[in-house]
C-alpha cells in the first residue's frame, strides 16, 4: 500500500520536491544563519534559504542542496 513518503515519481524537479530537517540540523542552520547575516560574502538569497530552514519550514531539494 502506497503512503504519501512512498508515491512513484515519473519526473521531476528539484523545486517539485521538499526537505524537511531534524532538530539537530535546524538548530545548525540557526547558527550559520546568524554568520551569514549581513555578511558581504554570501549572496542575500542564501540568508532567506536558511531563514526557511530554521523556522522548520519544508524547503526544495534545489534550495537545501
Given at each position: 500500500?502506497?503512503?504519501k ?7 521531476s ?10 532538530p ?10 546568524a ?7 554570501f549572496a ?21 542542496i
Amino acid at each position: 500500500m502506497a503512503g504519501k513518503h512512498t508515491a512513484r515519481l515519473t519526473e521531476s524537479t528539484g523545486n517539485d520536491l521538499r526537505v524537511q530537517f531534524s532538530p539537530e540540523v535546524t538548530r545548525q542552520f540557526s547558527r550559520l544563519e546568524a554568520a551569514v547575516h549581513d555578511s558581504e560574502h554570501f549572496a542575500p538569497e542564501i540568508f532567506w534559504i536558511l531563514q526557511d530552514m530554521t523556522e522548520r519550514k519544508p524547503v526544495s531539494v534545489r534550495s537545501a542542496i
